[in-house]
């Protein structure tokens, strides 16, 4: 090597770290939280099953023409989603729901499957959208859909799926409500109020009708009337721009969601005076009534499942009745304020989306449950995640002795026990907090002398935990020996499990 090599190698700085950062908009889970979803998990599919839907995973990208572009966000020009080119110079994008999947799989497979077609799904989803509290760019989603059904009993149907799934995961009655509406009735009203549906500059416009109309629960007559006309300023002082309608054609839509305030019986007769003449909107609330007495001959009044004019759904490839699950229990946010904790999942009829691909009207309706916010949802309802329990820890007292260790945790291992050997360099005392980190329940200690006498000492690391914080000394602690017992080394199996009985 030449000197000037040299010297180049010499001063040249050091290759620059990488800051260990996560993605915007992105989380890790742990395993406390991992636990709990997987619970929570199996209980909805079990109520999935129950009803007849089939497992289907389709994969996380896909073509995006393919997607198509129905996500609600207009003012970012990658409409939302996460997208690349491959080497094709094929455009890819993540999969922004689990919907538009599924009817690219119907479509390629539509020969094949059976009429109707049922399946469920979960997943995770991607939305290239402003992060924010609670907010993320990835996200789980529960759902179940059925394709090829015209009939309004399957929109029933998944509805009673929503409520007897909330119910399977300890939400009660009164503390939740499936709301309803259609697509048709909206479109209707939108129509009466001198919305041109037809008009495709007039898709802002419709949108920004359709947002205002969603914020009535939380604005109110008048927050929305101001949201339809020239604009709202909130309290923080900053303005939302209106949909700028007159106020003959505001008071037309705010009469709309008023008519079905009150009790929830009878709203749709209260609605039918306020749309009358309109035939799109008339038909919308036609299937709403048919559904109406379907989920209540099968016994889900309205207290479960009900009629809402301010359902609104932000995707765009609903045709028909739209549904939201809603947890109407109070809850305290970050700041102390009582508030509801809202919407859970939602879906609706989409009656064109396969048509994309097939040029035929494939009618289709499903649920979707946001897995996330359910889960923390059922935290506030008592069902907090717990610490996972971790592995039976083996120690290592001598480390000429490990393939007897190995052998140990072996015979817990066959015995379904979930345990490992401790695999560090350290002392008794850092493998002991090594167990606590681990939230393992117990720790089996077999030194020289245990070995001798065929015995060895298990340690409830629970109990002994409990029982410390009792004991005012060390010298009491130490004659006390806290949660541990000495046994002969045949009867490991046998009490380990009752100390992992204890705390299971």
């Known amino acids: 090597m030449s000197k000037s090599n040299k010297g180049a190698g010499a001063d ?277 009534e048919t559904m109406s007495n379907l989920v209540t001959a099968a016994g889900y009044d309205a207290s479960r499942i009900a009629f809402d004019p301010s359902v609104v759904r932000g995707l765009e490839y609903y045709t028909g009745p739209v549904f939201e699950a809603e947890l109407t229990f109070q809850v305290k946010d970050e700041d102390g304020n009582t508030v509801r904790f809202g919407s859970v999942g939602g879906g609706g009829r989409y009656d064109d989306l396969v048509a994309r691909f097939t040029g035929q009207k494939v009618p289709a309706t499903g649920f979707s449950i946001g897995v996330s916010r359910l889960q923390a949802a059922l935290a506030h309802v008592g069902q907090k995640a717990q610490t996972a329990l971790g592995p039976v820890v083996v120690l290592v007292m001598d480390k000429g002795e490990i393939a007897a260790y190995q052998k140990m945790v072996q015979q817990l291992r066959n015995a379904g026990i979930r345990s490992e050997m401790y695999l560090g360099s350290a002392g008794m005392n850092a493998q002991m907090k090594y167990a606590n980190k681990r939230n393992s329940p117990c720790v089996v200690i077999q030194g020289s002398n245990e070995r001798e006498a065929g015995t060895v000492t298990l340690k409830d690391l629970i109990e002994g935990a409990k029982a410390a914080a009792a004991i005012k000394d060390n010298k009491e602690w130490k004659e006390a020996r806290a949660g541990q017992v000495t046994v002969r080394a045949g009867d490991l199996i046998a009490e380990v499990r009752k100390i992992l009985a204890r705390h299971s």
Not at 42 to 60: H, K, M, N, Q, W
Not at 107 to 112: E, F, G, K, T
Not at 217 to 228: H, I, M, N, R, S
């Open 12 to 288: 040249a700085a050091p290759a620059a770290r990488p800051e260990a950062r996560i993605a915007k908009g992105f989380r890790d889970i742990e395993a406390a939280e991992l636990k709990g979803l997987n619970d929570m998990l199996g209980v909805i599919r079990s109520v999935y099953e129950r009803y007849g839907f089939d497992p289907l995973e389709t994969p996380a990208l896909e073509y995006t023409d393919a997607l198509g572009k129905f996500l609600p966000d207009q003012d970012r020009p990658n409409a939302g989603v996460f997208s690349f080119q491959d080497d094709d110079e094929q455009w890819m994008s993540l999969r922004y729901d689990l919907t538009a999947p599924l009817a690219r799989y119907v479509a390629q497979n539509i020969n094949s499957l059976p009429k109707p077609f049922r399946r469920y799904a979960f997943g995770n989803v991607y939305r290239n959208e402003k992060p924010g509290p609670g907010r993320f760019r990835q996200f789980m989603q529960f759902d179940a859909d059925t394709v090829g059904a015209e009939s309004v009993a399957a929109d029933a149907e998944i509805c009673m799926l929503a409520a007897d799934t909330l119910e399977a995961l300890g939400i009660k009655r009164g503390d939740y409500i499936i709301k309803v509406n259609s697509r048709k009735v909206l479109d209707g009203v939108l129509e009466l109020a001198g919305v041109d549906l037809t008009d495709t500059t007039q898709t802002g416009k419709r949108l920004t009708v359709l947002r205002a109309m969603d914020k009535f629960d939380k604005f109110g007559v008048e927050g929305v009337a101001q949201l339809l006309g020239k604009g709202r300023k909130d309290e923080s002082g900053d303005f939302t721009p209106g949909a700028g309608l007159d106020d003959a054609n505001s008071r037309i839509i705010t009469s709309f969601l008023t008519a079905a305030q009150g009790a929830r019986e009878g709203a749709i007769e209260r609605v039918n005076k306020i749309i009358g003449g309109n035939a799109r909107a008339e038909e919308g609330l036609r299937e709403l």
